[in-house]
């Protein structure tokens, strides 16, 4: 039996299925379309469409642990609760989720209140789960600094909140930690969550300080308006998602993105080691451009 991972070929997906390769598991990686991209040795391509029913069951119908991932689309709650749906249905009772933060206070925001509708499904048919919540993604701001670097500008309206932005390749780390132990259990383990965050909070002033010390110039924050950052968002992808990101920036602001007391604990007992900082980052980051 496998861990299927599904949204293998993007940033996250793809990190986790080279961790789990690295560690002798058998992977099956889930795409929409064969040779899309290279994988590790021993890991097997399995094509499938999440809102394909026939093709998931043939791809859930040999797997023994699942990594759910679903992009930020339109029809994301559907490829969800099928996806789930079907591994109940093939026996699976092993499952990694990932959610977002706070998202039962984000009620407003699409994918946030989405992936809390998959939650509450998780947590209603009692499914033996890992339900991850990552807070902002550092990557996210590797978008931004050709801008920095051209205005001086940090132009993401994070606000004064704090947001405990956490690195990817920790999120990649902690999830395939959460994958191998569940699939190496010999039974079912109960469920739990965990909030994914850095160990940092930082509000826009500050990540604003970090660039300008890393880029060697001076780069001040853009401010709290959401409304240019909508329309910058609009202008490299489709209406929906720039709204949904201003929303989701709009509660950034109001609630920030911070992880109860003792989550950094939890998840460098988990990695066993300390987690990547935003400093570090934003330093390896302009030394790689």
Do not use: C
């Not at 604990?265 to 980051?285: H, K, P, S």
Request: no cysteine.
């Amino acid at each position: 039996m496998s861990i299927l991972v599904t949204g293998a070929t993007g940033t996250i997906g793809s990190l986790i299925t080279q961790r789990l390769a690295d560690a002798g598991a058998q992977v099956k990686a889930l795409v929409r379309q064969s040779g899309k991209r290279a994988f590790p040795e021993g890991v097997t391509q399995v094509v499938a469409d999440l809102t394909d029913v026939p093709s998931m069951r043939a791809a859930l119908s040999s797997a023994r642990t699942l990594f759910l991932l679903n992009a930020v689309t339109p029809d994301e709650v559907t490829q969800a609760l099928i996806t789930l749906n079907l591994a109940r249905e093939a026996g699976i009772e092993r499952v990694v989720y990932l959610s977002v933060i706070h998202a039962e206070k984000f009620t407003n925001v699409p994918h946030f209140t989405g992936k809390h509708t998959v939650e509450r499904m998780i947590e209603s048919l009692d499914i033996p789960a890992t339900i991850l919540r990552p807070a902002y993604f550092m990557q996210n701001d590797s978008m931004v600094q050709q801008a920095m670097q051209a205005h001086g500008v940090y132009p993401m309206p994070i606000g004064s909140a704090g947001v405990s932005m956490i690195d990817t390749r920790d999120i990649a780390d902690i999830a395939a930690a959460e994958l191998l132990r569940r699939d190496k259990a010999a039974a079912a383990l109960d469920g739990m969550t965990l909030e994914l965050v850095g160990p940092q909070a930082l509000t826009g002033v500050a990540v604003a300080r970090v660039w300008s010390t890393a880029l060697g110039r001076e780069v001040s924050y853009g401010g709290d308006d959401v409304v240019p950052f909508e329309a910058q968002m609009a202008a490299f992808g489709p209406a929906w998602m720039a709204y949904d990101m201003r929303l989701m920036m709009t509660g950034i602001q109001q609630y920030g993105m911070q992880g109860d007391n003792g989550a950094v604990d939890r998840l460098q007992a988990i990695l066993g080691r300390e987690l990547r900082t935003y400093n570090d980052f934003v330093r390896e980051t302009v030394g790689a451009a």
